[in-house]
Nanobody
Framework: VQLVESGGGLVQAGGSLRLSCAVS????????MGWYRQAPGKQRELVAA???????NYPDSVKGRFTISRDNAKNMVYLQMGSLKPEDTAVYYC?????????WGQGTQVTVSS
């Protein structure tokens, strides 16, 4: 199983970024997906989740600013981030939950300057 994130970078506050996660090695349409982030000195936290049926879930900290989506034909999951804030700065990780196990990508850095 392999998850590869891309799309991170440096952006000014108020800007937007789209993260992508390419998934291989699993039956993608049957699994739940999520995006997490971890800032220095903080615990990893959920920022968005999407079920195999397309039901989405967001914490209040990003609700209305972030949108998770998936393309089952391409084995891809995306995180569209808008109205970015300096506190969104973190390493963002893609998670696939499949067949009772969790699989993580290597992470992509997002830095939001004020």
């Amino acid at each position: 199983v392999q998850l590869v994130e891309s799309g991170g970078g440096l952006v000014q506050a108020g800007g937007s970024l789209r993260l992508s996660c390419a998934v291989s090695g699993i039956i993608f349409s049957t699994n739940d997906m999520g995006w997490y982030r971890q800032a220095p000195g903080k615990q990893r936290e959920l920022v968005a989740a999407i079920s195999r049926r397309g039901v989405t879930n967001y914490p209040d900290s990003v609700k209305g600013r972030f949108t998770i989506s998936r393309d089952n034909a391409k084995n891809m999951v995306y995180l569209q981030m808008g109205s970015l804030k300096p506190e969104d700065t973190a390493v963002y990780y893609c998670l696939a939950s499949w067949s009772g196990s969790d699989y993580w990508g290597q992470g992509t850095q997002v830095t939001v300057s004020s």
